[in-house]
């Protein structure tokens, strides 16, 4: 499934990608979509780019992914790849994070719930 936001030529992968776009734009929260999303392999081994990135200076900073917990032994290995190559955090949201996302009723109680469950997270 694909889902495209015309006037901002935004293309999102799953149901879960939308929710998440659409609760950050509603809030008017600070989210870029990765133009680059992509996980594969390579001769150098697997390459993984998750597919947003929410950045509110001085409150979050932070990389995600939508999962729905399917492809997770798969993605695994890229996932910890990003955490050591980077010093930016990732933070993979499935649907119980989404539904905590969507009961915010402000963009400081969205970015609180975002910093939350990033805080949860921790490796």
């Known amino acids: 499934m694909r889902i495209t936001v015309a006037e901002e030529d935004v293309e999102l992968r799953s149901l879960g990608e939308a929710l998440f776009w659409a609760l950050c734009r509603f809030h008017e929260a600070p989210v870029e979509r990765s133009a680059d999303y992509a996980v594969c ?9 998750p597919g947003f990135r929410v950045c509110a200076p001085r409150i979050v900073d932070v990389w995600v992914e ?3 917990g399917q492809e997770d032994a798969a993605r695994r290995h ?3 790849c990003w955490r050591r190559m980077n010093t930016a955090p990732l933070l993979v949201l499935y649907r119980e994070d989404l539904d905590a996302l969507r009961e915010a009723r402000y963009l400081a109680q969205f970015l609180a ?3 939350q469950i990033q805080g949860s997270r921790r490796l």
């Open 66 to 68: 939508v999962a729905d």
């Open 41 to 49: 392999t390579s001769p150098g081994g697997p390459w993984y780019h």
């Open 78 to 80: 890229a996932r910890d």
């Open 113 to 115: 719930r975002l910093r």
